[in-house]
């Protein structure tokens, strides 16, 4: 598959999101915030960083790029969007997913590997995954909190769009220890935790962030054979 990973002024972990996607035997393609032009990619990755200078609200300024206006669009048709830490809050601040990221509930940056569980593993970025996998990857956030009112909360759990949860401590005050969601359909998939980090054993992190690579494919392969 051809996965596209945006690039927008002050994201740093697009290199790693590339080299994640092809370790799980992808064609990594280069998109730049300002094209209007998906360049004929099967799936886009909105990755980590701090895009324009995180000014106004993190996300915020990224929203109205040109490439997130494709993005949308292709997100509505079913293509698979996975939004990591910073892609995450473009991705809320986009209305790709409801909620918002806020500050850090102890107000302090955090970086450590994180224990997470699986609880849906029927998306496009998590069906690689056994339902209820616990796996650990590396998070490094300063505003990773997840907010969303009582009723969006709600209808998250109860339609099982809870993607990740924290497991032992909650890192950020993320409500409902909630570390990653995904959209009605499971195409688009917003993330806090950075599985790009944890793609092969020679970096110390070990390699469960790959699932989330993988799995692309696997979601390919399922909207192939339901169509045909």
Known sequence: MKVGVVTFPGTLDDVDAQRAVRIAGHEAVALWHADADLRGVDAVILPGGFSYGDYLRCGAISRFAPVMTEVIAAAGRGMPVLGIC??????????????????????????????????????????????????????????????????????????????ARYLGTNPNGSLRGIAGITNEAGNVVGLMPHPEHAVEDLTGSGTDGRGFFDSVAGWAALAAATLG
């Open 86 to 163: 910073n892609g995450f809050q473009i991705l809320c601040e986009s209305h790709l997913l409801p909620g918002a990221l806020v500050r850090n509930d102890h107000q302090k940056f955090v970086c450590r590997d994180q224990p997470l569980v699986i609880e849906n593993n029927r998306t496009a970025w998590t069906n690689a995954y056994a339902q209820g996998a616990e796996i650990t990857i590396v998070l490094k956030n300063g505003e990773g909190g997840f907010v969303a009112d009582t009723e969006t909360l709600d209808r998250l759990e109860g339609e099982g769009r809870v993607v």
